[in-house]
């Protein structure tokens, strides 16, 4: 079974600041996506950035960018120049490529304050 | 639509009674989800249709659980005889298959006093 570990229950950080967020998973899986999904008070959950477990280069998306260290099972998210809006429970989330179905296992969350 | 809509966006039941939550997925998508989400957790895969078809229902909890998709687009998440533990933040996702991102819908919170 697939499990998703975040060790960092609560952060917090002020503006402006980088901040790391850790995330490992288990799986006996080769194939497989991760995700960072972030969650504000509006209950939406937002796809933050997503990972291909085959590539080797790791993804940005503008002030997001993770460290993806396969052998490890590790996934953190940096996030650079912190901004208020960016205060949110992020989840990090694991996926089945190729299999009987897509569902996401996310682990149980970190919550995010970003400091005026 | 423009995204995943789900409604009600607040349940409150009294233990016992039944209830029905409504998700309507993005126009044309093929797979849905259901989850759970206590509070202050992560959310929990409950149940996954592609079209009509209910492929995987591992996550539901109890029997009391129900989920459909008669006519593979709208679904409904029913839950008989209600407890307390069924408090929680119901969210539906909705993708085009084939590993393409879920869209996720802003949840019905459900409370049972």
């Known amino acids: 079974a697939q499990t998703v570990t975040q060790s960092q229950p609560e952060m917090s950080v002020q503006e402006a600041e980088t901040v790391t967020l850790s995330c490992t998973y288990d799986?006996?899986?080769?194939?497989?996506?991760l995700f960072w999904y972030k969650q504000p008070p509006s209950r939406q959950m937002i796809l933050v950035i997503r990972?291909?477990?085959?590539?080797?280069q790791n993804a940005t998306e503008n002030r997001f960018s993770v460290n993806f260290q396969k052998a490890a099972k590790s996934f953190s998210l940096k996030i650079s120049d912190s901004q208020l809006g960016d205060t949110a429970m992020y989840f990090c989330?694991?996926?089945?490529?190729?299999?009987?179905?897509?569902?996401?296992?996310f682990g149980k969350g970190t919550r995010l304050h970003i400091l005026p | 639509g423009a995204g995943v809509s789900q409604s009600p966006r607040y349940k409150v039941a009294k233990r016992g009674q039944d209830v029905a939550l409504r998700c309507d997925p993005i126009?044309?998508?093929?797979?849905l989800f259901w989850y759970q989400q206590a509070l202050g957790q992560g959310p929990e895969f409950l149940t996954y249709?592609?079209?009509?078809?209910?492929?995987?229902k591992s996550g539901l909890p109890s029997d009391r659980f129900f989920a459909e998709r008669p006519e593979g687009s709208v679904s409904t998440l029913k839950i008989q005889r209600t407890q307390q533990e069924d408090s929680a933040v119901y969210l539906c996702?909705?993708?085009?298959?084939?590993?393409?991102?879920?869209?996720f819908g802003d949840g019905t919170r459900l409370s049972i006093l």
């Open positions: 989330a694991f996926m089945t490529w190729g299999g009987r179905d897509d569902k996401i296992i």
């Open positions: 126009s044309g998508h093929v797979s």
């Open positions: 799986t006996s899986e080769n194939n497989y996506y």
């Open positions: 249709f592609q079209n009509e078809a209910q492929l995987d």
């Open positions: 996702a909705s993708s085009q298959g084939g590993n393409q991102p879920q869209h």
């Open positions: 990972q291909e477990a085959y590539k080797q």
